[in-house]
């Protein structure tokens, strides 16, 4: 999660046609070749590259709606459909080494690709229970004391769709602890957007302050 977030952070910051942001995809390209090659056929399909960046071109505008706020405003998603569109050509077919093409044409046809993906009755699941563990868990773990995991298990599950939980081969949590937990993040998310100050640094930047690494060190140690 660490390595996936790095790298969005890389595109975030400089752009989808800097340098740093065609390294960073040139590296995940080469992991996803090497993957490929272990697990042949697992990398083949284009939708499943076009599922990811729509998803991330979508993901807050989706959160935000479904906790009950407004959502982006029309700029914001014209932006966020700008940045994903420019970015996905340079993503390759790990086995056909194509570029992935097909990318929708719009924001709004971008979140219907997502729900239409979401919405297909997948195969059953043999990971659930390690997915469950390293994923859905994660987040409790990194960020509560134990005593709270359970709770911080249950806002995970509340917050993500409910096609997408059922998927995975995991069970939703009560309907009135899924209302609970979305009250309580649109909440959080309302003083973080409405009364605390923006902050003065980004993310990556306290990263490369902690680490004591410039920025182009930064970049180096996420593309490898």
């Known amino acids: 999660m660490d390595d996936t977030a790095r790298h969005i ?3 975030n910051e400089f752009g989808p046609e800097h340098e740093y942001t065609r390294r960073s995809v040139n590296a995940l390209n080469r992991l996803h070749k090497h993957w490929s090659d272990r697990y042949p056929g697992s990398f083949a399909h284009d939708e499943d ?3 990811t960046m729509c998803y991330e071109a979508t993901l807050f505008h989706r959160l935000l709606r479904r906790v009950g706020l407004a959502g982006l405003s029309e700029k914001e998603k014209q932006a966020s459909w700008e940045f994903y569109s420019r970015l996905a050509p ?7 080494d194509t570029a992935i093409s097909g990318f929708p044409g719009s924001f709004e046809a971008c979140v219907d690709y997502v729900e239409r993906y979401e919405s297909t009755r997948w195969p059953p699941n043999a990971y659930t229970a390690s997915i469950d563990a390293t994923l859905i868990q994660a987040f ?3 960020h509560m004391p134990k005593v709270l995991r359970p709770i911080g298990r249950q806002l995970v599950l509340s917050l993500l769709p409910e096609r997408t939980v059922c998927n995975l081969g995991l069970e939703l949590p009560p309907p009135f602890v899924r209302k609970l937990c979305k009250l309580v993040f649109a909440t ?3 003083i973080g957007m409405k009364l605390l100050r923006d902050p003065t640094q980004s993310h990556a930047e306290i990263i490369r302050e902690r680490e004591g ?3 182009e060190q ?3 140690a996420v593309t490898g």
């Open 218 to 220: 930064y970049v180096l």
């Open 188 to 190: 959080y998310l309302l």
């Open 9 to 11: 952070l890389i595109w």
């Open 49 to 51: 590259y076009l599922y």
């Open 90 to 96: 340079q993503f390759r077919n790990a086995e056909t």
């Open 213 to 215: 690494l410039s920025v």
């Open 140 to 142: 409790a773990k990194r």
